[in-house]
C-alpha cells in the first residue's frame, strides 16, 4: 500500500488536512486585514 | 477477579452488571436535559430572530441563562460521566470498583441541577452562566452549582480509582487503551476545572449569604475562567477519546502513531489550563506579556494537538477503510464509508465541523489584538457553537447511537429518521454558526435583548445587511431545532421502546 | 485498535504524512502566536494594558469636574463634552447609561479612563467594532485615535441586568 501513495498512510485525509490549513491561514489573515479597519488603540 | 458480566453480542464487549446501569441512567439523564436545554435554545432562538422577537426581556435573560447552563453544563457532563464509567470499566474489561461512588455522583449532580433549575426559571438568578460579580443569584443558586461541581469531581476521581484497580487486577499491563487514555486525560483536566470552580464558587456563595463582603469583579473573572474554559477542555478531549472510539469500532481502526496520539492528549493536560485567559484579553488589570504567554505560547500547543487528533482519526479510518479495499484514488474510502451509520456520519461530521468552524474561529478570536473586534460580539457565540456543539454534542450523538443497542440491548427505533439526523442536526449548526459570526463580524453583540435599540437614548441601525444574518441564524437555529428533536426521539425511543434484543 | 491495550513497542517513528503534517501546524501555530508580540511593535490596533485601582465616588468626582469644565452643550438629557487632547477623558459606565457624549476630534490621540461605578459591563464602539471591557473599581486607561469622523455608538455588550439593551452612549467625531 505505502508504495502506491508514495509512502503516504492516508493520502486522502492530508489533502483534507492541507484545504483546512489553507481556510485556516485565510481566514487568519482575513482578521489581520479588519484589524486595520478600526480606530488606533494602544 | 469474577464479577457479574455479559458480553454484548454486537461490539463483543464485556458489560459489568453495576457499571451498565450507571452509563444507562446518565446516558438517558443527559438526553433528556439536552431536550430540555434545546427548548430553551429554541426560546432565546425565536427572541433574537427581529421578526419574532418572542419573549419578553426578563424571560430573555432567564431561558438563556438556562440554556447556557443545561446545554453546556447538565447535558454534556452527565453523558461525561456515562463515558467515565465506559472507559474505566468497559473498555478495561473491569468492574466498578465503588458502585456507591457513582451513585452520590448522580444524586448530586441530579439535585445540583434541579436546584439550579429552580432559583434560574423562579427569577432568583438573572445571572447568565457566567455570573459576573457584582451581579448576585439567590444563594441556592450557587449552592446547585457547587453541588453539581462536586458530584463530577467525585466521578473523575473515580475514574482513577477503577483504573487502578483493574491494573492490579490484571485487566491491563503497561497502559490504557487510547480511548480510555483520553478519557482519563478529560478526568486529569476535570479535576483542574472543577478545583477553579471550588475556588470560586465557595467565596461566591459565602457572599451572596453575606459573610464575606466583596469579591473583586477582576479577580472573579480570572479564576471562573480557569473554570469556564478548562472544563471546555474536558469536553473537547471527551469528544477526541469518542472519535477514536467509534473509528476502532466499526473500521478495526489503529492509530497510525501511538506515540503522537497520546503526546497530543499530554500536552492538552499541560497547557490548556492557563489558556483560559483567552477570555480576558480586553480586560484591564492583566499585562500584555501576561496576556502573550498565557492564553498564547500554551495555547497554541494545545491547539497543535487537536490538529494532531484532527489529522490522525480520519487518517485512521482511511487507513481501515482502505483495508477493506476501498483504495482507489485519493477519496474512495470517504465516498464507500458507511455515511448510512449515523455513529459513523455524527462521528465524521463532528471532525470537519469542528475543525473548520469552531477551532480555526478558536484560534483566530483567542489571538490577543483580534479578540478587540470580536469579543463579546455575537461571532463567539458562534464559534462556540462550533466547537461544543458541532464538535461535541455531534460526537456524543455518534456515540450515543452506537452505545444504545450496546447498553440498553435494544435496536435503535426509526433506522431511517437516526440515518438522516446528523445531517439535518449539523446542516441548522453549520448555518447557525457562519452566520451568528457573520453578525459578530458587524459588532452584533451576544447576550442582548434587542438589536434594534427602540428603547435607547440614542437609537443605532446596524448595515442592513446584519437583517439578512439575524434571520439566517433563525432558520438555521429551526433546522437545528429539527435535528435535535430527531436525535431526542430516536435515542428515548429506543430506550423506553426499541426492540428488544436477547 | 485504540479500545485495547497496544502491543509490542508503540513508541515507533511517525508516517511520512503525519510528520508532515505535524511540522506545518507547528509552524503555522508558531507564526500565529509570534504575530501577537510582534504586532506589539509594529501594529497601532492593540488592547490597552495600563491599568488602576480607583473608586466609585473618586471616579464620579472626576467625570463632575471634566464636566463643569469642558461640557459644550446637550443631547437626549446627556452632556456633551469637548475634552483637550492633552488631558485626561473620563467616561463612565453605570446601570444603563454612558456619560457624557464624548465630541472627539479625528487623528488626536486621547488618554480615556473608562470605569463602571456598578456592574461589569462591556464598551463596544459601532460600526467600527471595537470592544473592551470595563470592570467596577478599575480605572482602564485607553490610548485611542479615532481615525474616521462622524457619530459613533457605544454599546453595551456585557449583560448587566434588565436595561442592558438600552445601554447605548455616543461619540462623535469632528
Ligand atoms: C438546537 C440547538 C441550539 C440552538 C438553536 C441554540 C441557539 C442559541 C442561541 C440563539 C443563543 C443565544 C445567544 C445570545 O442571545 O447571545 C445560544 C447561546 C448559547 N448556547 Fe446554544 N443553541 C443550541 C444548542 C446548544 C448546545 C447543544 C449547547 C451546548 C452544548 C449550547 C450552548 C450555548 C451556550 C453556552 C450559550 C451562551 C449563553 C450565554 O451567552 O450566556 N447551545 N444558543
Ligand atoms: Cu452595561
Ligand atoms: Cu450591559
Known amino acids: 500500500m505505502s508504495d502506491e501513495h508514495n509512502g503516504f498512510h492516508a493520502p486522502g485525509t492530508f489533502v483534507l488536512a492541507i484545504i483546512f490549513l489553507v481556510t485556516f491561514i485565510l481566514l487568519w489573515l482575513g482578521h489581520a486585514k479588519w484589524l486595520t479597519d478600526i480606530w488606533e488603540m494602544y | 477477579m469474577s464479577f457479574e458480566k455479559r458480553t454484548c453480542e454486537i461490539s463483543g464487549l464485556e458489560i459489568e452488571k453495576n457499571s451498565e446501569s450507571m452509563i444507562k441512567l446518565n446516558m438517558a439523564t443527559a438526553i433528556i436535559f439536552f431536550a430540555i436545554g434545546g427548548a430553551a435554545g429554541l426560546l432565546v432562538l425565536l427572541t433574537r430572530w427581529p421578526a419574532i422577537h418572542l419573549l419578553p426581556v426578563e424571560w430573555y435573560y432567564r431561558w438563556l441563562t438556562a440554556h447556557g447552563l443545561l446545554a453546556l453544563l447538565v447535558w454534556i457532563i452527565f453523558f461525561e460521566v456515562a463515558l467515565v464509567h465506559f472507559g474505566s470499566v468497559t473498555l478495561l474489561k473491569s468492574r466498578l470498583a465503588v458502585p456507591i461512588l457513582s451513585k452520590i455522583t448522580y444524586g448530586l449532580m441530579l439535585g445540583g441541577t434541579l436546584l439550579v433549575v429552580v432559583m434560574v426559571l423562579g427569577g432568583q438568578a438573572d445571572v447568565l452562566f457566567t455570573s459576573y460579580v457584582p451581579l448576585q443569584a439567590h444563594p441556592l443558586y450557587y449552592l446547585g452549582i457547587i453541588l453539581f461541581a462536586v458530584g463530577s469531581l467525585i466521578a473523575f476521581i473515580h475514574f482513577f480509582i477503577n483504573a487502578v484497580v483493574a491494573k492490579k487486577e490484571g485487566e491491563y499491563k503497561r497502559t490504557l487503551p487510547m480511548v480510555s487514555f483520553g478519557i482519563m486525560a478529560a478526568s486529569i483536566i476535570g479535576i483542574m476545572s472543577i478545583a477553579h470552580g471550588a475556588a470560586i464558587y465557595i467565596p461566591t456563595f459565602l457572599w451572596s449569604l453575606g459573610i464575606i463582603e466583596t469579591i473583586d469583579p477582576s479577580a472573579y473573572r480570572l479564576v471562573w475562567w480557569g473554570l469556564g474554559h478548562t472544563s471546555q477542555q474536558i469536553n473537547v478531549c471527551m469528544m477526541v477519546a469518542c472519535w477514536y472510539g467509534i473509528a476502532a469500532f466499526l473500521f478495526k481502526a489503529k492509530p497510525a502513531s501511538e506515540k503522537l496520539c497520546r503526546s497530543a492528549f499530554v500536552l492538552y493536560i499541560l497547557f490548556i489550563n492557563v489558556a483560559s485567559e483567552h477570555h480576558l484579553l480586553v480586560d484591564p488589570v492583566f499585562s500584555t506579556w501576561h496576556k502573550i504567554v498565557n492564553t498564547s505560547y500554551v495555547m497554541h500547543l494545545a491547539v497543535l494537538a487537536s490538529m494532531i487528533h484532527a489529522f490522525a482519526v480520519p487518517a485512521s479510518i482511511e487507513m481501515g477503510l482502505r483495508k477493506q479495499g476501498y483504495n482507489n484514488g485519493l477519496f474512495e474510502w470517504l465516498k464507500k464509508a458507511p455515511w448510512g451509520n449515523p455513529a459513523f456520519s455524527a462521528t465524521f461530521i463532528s471532525i470537519v465541523l469542528f475543525g473548520f468552524l469552531g477551532g480555526t474561529t478558536g484560534v483566530i478570536f483567542g489571538t490577543e489584538q483580534f479578540s478587540i473586534i470580536r469579543h463579546n460580539t455575537w461571532a463567539i457565540t458562534g464559534h462556540f457553537h462550533g466547537t461544543v456543539v458541532a464538535g461535541t454534542t455531534i460526537a456524543f450523538m455518534g456515540m450515543a447511537y452506537f452505545l444504545i443497542p450496546v447498553f440498553f440491548k435494544r435496536d435503535l427505533i426509526m433506522p431511517g429518521v437516526a440515518k438522516l439526523q446528523p445531517f439535518v442536526y449539523g446542516t441548522g449548526i453549520t448555518i447557525l454558526s457562519i452566520t451568528m459570526m457573520a453578525a459578530g463580524t458587524f459588532g452584533v453583540p451576544r447576550r442582548h435583548w434587542d438589536y434594534n435599540f427602540s428603547d435607547a437614548p440614542f437609537g443605532y441601525q446596524f448595515d442592513s445587511t446584519v437583517d439578512i444574518f439575524m434571520g439566517l441564524v433563525g432558520i438555521g437555529g429551526l433546522i437545528a431545532v429539527v435535528g435535535g428533536a430527531m436525535f431526542v426521539f430516536v435515542t428515548l425511543g429506543s430506550i423506553f421502546k426499541g426492540n428488544k434484543r436477547a | ?174
Open chain 3, 1 to 174: 485498535m485504540a479500545i485495547h491495550e497496544p502491543q509490542g513497542n508503540w513508541w515507533q517513528p511517525l508516517s511520512k504524512d503525519e510528520k508532515i503534517w505535524f511540522i506545518l501546524a507547528l509552524v503555522w501555530m508558531l507564526v500565529s502566536f509570534l504575530y501577537m508580540p510582534i504586532q506589539h511593535f509594529i501594529g497601532v490596533q492593540n488592547p490597552p494594558s495600563e491599568s488602576y485601582r480607583v473608586s466609585a465616588e473618586d471616579f464620579e468626582a472626576l467625570i463632575e469636574a471634566q464636566e463643569e469644565k469642558y461640557t459644550v452643550g446637550e443631547e437626549n438629557g446627556f452632556p456633551v463634552v469637548r475634552p483637550n487632547p492633552d488631558e485626561p477623558v473620563y467616561l463612565k459606565a453605570s446601570m444603563w447609561e454612558w456619560t457624557p457624549v464624548l465630541e472627539l476630534e479625528k487623528d488626536k490621540t486621547y488618554k480615556i479612563h473608562l470605569s463602571s461605578v456598578d456592574l461589569v459591563h462591556g464598551f463596544s464602539i459601532q460600526p467600527i467594532n471595537l470592544n473592551l471591557m470595563v470592570i467596577p473599581g478599575i480605572d482602564y486607561v485607553v490610548n485611542l485615535k479615532p481615525t474616521s469622523s462622524g457619530d459613533f455608538r457605544i454599546l453595551c455588550n456585557e449583560f448587566c441586568g434588565l436595561g442592558h439593551h438600552t445601554m447605548v452612549g455616543k461619540i462623535n467625531v469632528i
